[in-house]
């Protein structure tokens, strides 16, 4: 699937990389993608062991609004947001 793809290529960016950031672009639909991808790779447990203190950062332009205000509350904690 995509999402085993991605998962798979930043894990073996980071193998290679260890003290990388993660920085996940888009724009419009791109952008609101970026949001779930970066969401989805901070609850995978491979990802928090691979990657180094700083934390993955979004930078979204265009991109719609995503859900609810609990789950927007949620990625702001998770995720730096850089979201335009």
Request: glycine share 4%; hydrophobic share 50%.
């Amino acid at each position: 699937t995509p999402r085993r793809v991605v998962r798979r290529a930043v894990l073996e960016a980071l193998a290679a990389h260890p003290r990388a950031r993660v920085v996940v672009t888009g724009h419009s639909l791109g952008g609101a993608l970026a949001q779930l991808c970066a969401y989805d790779l901070t609850h995978s447990r491979d990802f928090a062991a691979a990657s180094s203190a700083a934390p993955l950062t979004v930078v979204a332009f265009a991109a719609p609004r995503l859900f609810n205000a609990a789950f927007r509350r949620r990625r702001d904690e998770v995720v730096s947001p850089h979201i335009s």
